[in-house]
């Protein structure tokens, strides 16, 4: 298991907060001069899908990779 450097999880935090992102996958690089997002990507369809069908995927996907997380824990 790696575990993530404080510092990046701050700026990816900072970074998906300063574009409005509630759940957003960023790829970041480390240079010299620090941590850079390179590219965003966001689950726009996902959220239409679920306010057309009104079924949570989001929240039901997200519930299974933790519920497997705190299995593998135990």
């Not at 907060?17 to 480390?30: H, N």
């Not at 965003?40 to 497997?68: C, M, Q, W, Y």
């Amino acid at each position: 298991n790696r575990r993530v450097p404080e510092k990046l999880k701050e700026f990816a935090e900072k970074a998906a907060e300063s574009i409005g992102a509630e759940l957003d996958v960023l790829d970041i690089v480390k240079t010299k001069k620090g941590y850079v997002v390179i590219e965003h990507n966001s689950t726009p369809k996902a959220r239409a899908v679920e306010r057309i069908n009104e079924f949570a995927i989001i929240k039901k996907l997200f519930g299974k990779v933790i519920d497997k997380y705190l299995k593998d824990k135990k």
